[in-house]
Structure formats: structure tokens, C-alpha cells
């Protein structure tokens, strides 16, 4: 717990508008509408595969980390806005 409580210190002093942290920390919390969250919730979803390439239960994992097509956006944004990261897998390595 205490390293959690240590990374949710640090997330919430990052500079970016509200909006952007809310989605990030309900990433991090796993919170996001995806197929797998819905089915769990008790939603009737008509496929629990990722929408982009079909074999592959959506989750946040995958959209956010692992969806080679998501990575093309994320790839694009960051030429864009003219930055180099390094991608890690798991949401907690980017804060």
C-alpha cells in the first residue's frame, strides 16, 4: 500500500488539466468502460474482443498498452507534439 499511496501523491501534482488526470487515474484504477469492465458490471455486451482486432478481449491492458493500432495513435501524438518516450506495459511505470 505505502508504494501506492506514494505513486498516487506524485500522480495528482503532474501539470495537466483535471480532465486528463481524472482519465488517467480511472485508468489506473481500471475504471474505464471497456468490454471486459462492462461484462463484469453486468452489462450485455455483443463481444468482449477489441474492436480493432477481434481476437482480443478488450481491456484496459490491451486498449491502452498493447493494441498495436492504439500504439500507431500513440506514435503519431507523440511526432506530433515532438517528444521520445520509452512505452512501458503497465499504467503504474508511466507516472
Known sequence: MGEDTNLYGIFWNIKASPRALHFAYKVLL??????????????????????MRGR?????QHLFFNCIFVGKIWNMCEKWIRIVTIHHNIAKNHF
Do not use: F, M, P
Open 30 to 51: 481500471n475504471r474505464i468502460a471497456t468490454c471486459d469492465n462492462l461484462t463484469k458490471r453486468g452489462v450485455n455486451v455483443i463481444s468482449r474482443e477489441c474492436v
Open 56 to 60: 482480443i478481449e478488450e481491456t484496459i
